[in-house]
T-cell receptor, first 114, second 112 residues
Framework: GENVEQHPSTLSVQEGDSAVIKCTYS??????FPWYKQELGKRPQLIID?????GEKKDQRIAVTLNKTAKHFSLHITETQPEDSAVYFC?????????????FGKGTHLIIQP | DADVTQTPRNRITKTGKRIMLECSQT?????MYWYRQDPGLGLRLIYY???????NKGEISDGYSVSRQAQAKFSLSLESAIPNQTALYFC???????????FGPGTRLTVL
């Protein structure tokens, strides 16, 4: 089955700096890669996603890049703000819209230092 | 997201008891999922369903069973709960033709 590795497990950055979280996946058939943000005590919420036919996607301060050859994808957050502090999860899936279910990385705890 | 609800939100039970966790959605989505979250392990897929007649095992289905009573309802059962099933359980839904999985608020289960 699919295996998703996520690094780092904890990331501390100064407010206003950029943060990068990296994930690798093992199954070359995976074609859908979402990123979820989970605040303490809350449910995971989708912040951005990318399909395998696209190399990069951006939404305001958040961007995701995908390298299918190397089987890795990354989340980039620019101009970080205190409200960006949370746990971030990457995931991978086959099938339309993650139909077969998502395989998650173990998460990155992002800490924004004032 | 109030469109996906889970009951109960918290439950404490004893080893050997049968437990049912329920998920309901008003999104009209066909696909429903159960995940388990443990500290430091992320979320892991237990079962998923494409419709009432289509149930599939996920990564960690042993010790669990599910029932899709209707398009809007998907229940997870622990036939005989054990302490290592203590975790946070999330239900999620997704619609045909859409990519996003929407998560419910979660059920915190403690097995003593």
């Amino acid at each position: 089955g699919e295996n998703v590795e996520q690094h780092p497990s904890t990331l501390s950055v100064q407010e206003g700096d950029s943060a990068v979280i990296k994930c690798t996946y093992s199954d070359s058939a995976s074609n859908y890669f979402p990123w979820y943000k989970q605040e303490l005590g809350k449910r995971p919420q989708l912040i951005i996603d990318i399909r395998s036919n696209v190399g990069e996607k951006k939404d305001q301060r958040i961007a995701v890049t995908l390298n299918k050859t190397a089987k890795h994808f990354s989340l980039h957050i620019t101009e970080t703000q205190p409200e960006d502090s949370a746990v971030y999860f990457c995931a991978a899936s086959k099938g339309r819209g993650g139909a077969d279910g998502l395989t998650f990385g173990k998460g990155t705890h992002l800490i924004i230092q004032p | 997201d109030a469109d996906v609800t889970q009951t109960p939100r918290n439950r404490i039970t004893k080893t050997g008891k049968r437990i049912m966790l329920e998920c309901s959605q008003t999104k009209g989505h066909d696909r429903m999922y159960w995940y388990r979250q443990d500290p430091g392990l992320g979320l892991r897929l237990i079962y998923y369903s494409f419709d009432v007649k289509d149930i599939n095992k996920g990564e960690i289905s042993d010790g669990y069973s599910v029932s899709r009573q209707a398009q809007a309802k998907f229940s997870l059962s622990l036939e005989s709960a054990i302490p290592n099933q203590t975790a946070l359980y999330f239900c999620a839904t997704s619609g045909v033709g859409t990519d996003t999985q929407y998560f419910g608020p979660g059920t915190r289960l403690t097995v003593l």
